[in-house]
């Protein structure tokens, strides 16, 4: 506990507070030794003083999943404290029929909302009794589903007491990962994907999901939280519809390391903000 407070408290000091306060953050979820100090930037926008509610948004990596789905216990326990899961928000969202319950292996087998429970704590710590949180694993939804989740999530998103955490890491580029897109033009290997994350986190600036799902067909790049991502763009749709004024913009961006040739492997992070005007 100690040793993980003291790091991210480390990370969070090197980061400006320039998009407080965020409504929505996207950040890594992979181990912190690789995205640590990019997570920071996007937890730095979060406001402890009025946020109340957390819905963190993650893509399953173990189950196949074409749905979303809740968790089946009451408290997520992390080194820092314990963090209590919103039983009245998760009766909501499961009254609407759209929702299955994870198991309680998927849970413990699944990262991409374990990495931000820490970050969540250490966070909200000046207010640690006074929020509770809604995480949802995100399956692999068509863009239909996604519009739907982002109507449903939008009513949430629209209240200044809430905040969207959106999991996602960006470009899983080698062998392994069975991916190796490369634009010659753009010099080394790591600066092409530098090119193609940059180009999707634009698009994502954009707040247009149907430009965000164009683009990954185009290029099929292998940001694992797409899904998470296109939810959260469908309820900024919705509620920019209804004349609601929103930006988000990008504030960090690194690779696990540097690829050079085809052997090498590497794993891309952004993070960003997005703010209600």
């Given at each position: 506990?100690?040793?993980?407070?003291?790091?991210?408290?480390?990370?969070?000091?090197?980061?400006?507070?320039?998009?407080?306060?965020?409504?929505?953050?996207?950040?890594?979820?992979?181990?912190?030794?690789?995205?640590?100090?990019?997570?920071?930037h996007?937890?730095?926008?979060?406001?402890?003083?009025?946020?109340?509610?957390?819905?963190?948004?993650?893509?399953?990596?173990?189950v196949?999943?074409?749905?979303?789905?809740?968790?089946?216990?009451?408290?997520?326990?992390?080194?820092?404290?314990?963090?209590?899961?919103?039983?009245?928000?998760?009766?909501?969202?499961?009254?609407?029929?759209?929702?299955?319950?994870?198991?309680?292996?998927?849970?413990?087998?699944?990262?991409?909302?374990?990495?931000?429970?820490?970050?969540t704590?250490?966070?909200?710590?000046?207010?640690?009794?006074?929020?509770?949180?809604?995480?949802?694993?995100?399956?692999?939804?068509?863009?239909?589903?996604?519009?739907?989740?982002?109507?449903?999530?939008?009513?949430?998103?629209?209240?200044?007491?809430?905040?969207?955490?959106?999991?996602?890491?960006?470009?899983?580029?080698g062998?392994?990962?069975?991916?190796?897109?490369?634009?010659?033009?753009?010099?080394?290997?790591?600066?092409?994907?530098?090119?193609?994350?940059?180009?999707?986190?634009?698009?994502?600036?954009?707040?247009?999901?149907?430009?965000?799902?164009?683009?990954?067909?185009?290029?099929?790049?292998?940001?694992?939280?797409?899904?998470?991502?296109?939810?959260?763009?469908?309820?900024?749709?919705?509620?920019?519809?209804?004349?609601?004024?929103?930006?988000?913009?990008?504030?960090?961006?690194?690779?696990?390391?540097?690829?050079?040739?085809?052997?090498?492997?590497?794993?891309?992070?952004?993070?960003?903000a997005?703010?209600?005007?």
């Open positions: 506990g100690p040793q993980l407070n003291a790091q991210l408290e480390g990370w969070l000091s090197q980061v400006q507070s320039t998009k407080r306060p965020a409504r929505a953050i996207i950040a890594p979820h992979a181990g912190y030794t690789y995205c640590g100090s990019c997570a920071a996007a937890y730095k926008q979060v406001d402890p003083n009025i946020t109340r509610k957390i819905f963190i948004l993650g893509p399953s990596h173990h196949p999943l074409s749905r979303c789905a809740l968790s089946s216990v009451d408290i997520y326990r992390t080194p820092l404290y314990d963090l209590r899961i919103d039983q009245k928000i998760y009766g909501e969202l499961w009254k609407t029929g759209m929702f299955e319950r994870m198991s309680l292996q998927t849970d413990e087998d699944e990262h991409s909302i374990e990495m931000h429970l820490p970050y704590a250490k966070a909200m710590e000046s207010h640690k009794d006074e929020f509770t949180i809604i995480p949802v694993l995100v399956g692999a939804l068509s863009e239909s589903k996604e519009q739907e989740f982002g109507k449903l999530f939008s009513k949430y998103l629209a209240d200044p007491s809430n905040l969207f955490v959106v999991s996602s890491d960006f470009c899983h580029w062998q392994r990962f069975r991916y190796s897109y490369y634009d010659e033009s753009q010099g080394e290997i790591y600066r092409s994907i530098e090119h193609l994350d940059k180009m999707g986190m634009s698009i994502i600036e954009q707040l247009d999901p149907v430009s965000f799902s164009n683009y990954l067909k185009k290029y099929h790049n292998t940001i694992c939280g797409r899904h998470p991502i296109g939810v959260l763009l469908n309820a900024i749709s919705e509620l920019q519809k209804n004349g609601m004024n929103m930006s988000f913009s990008f504030l960090n961006y690194a690779q696990s390391s540097q690829c050079r040739n085809w052997q090498d492997s590497s794993v891309s992070y952004a993070a960003g997005l703010m209600v005007h």
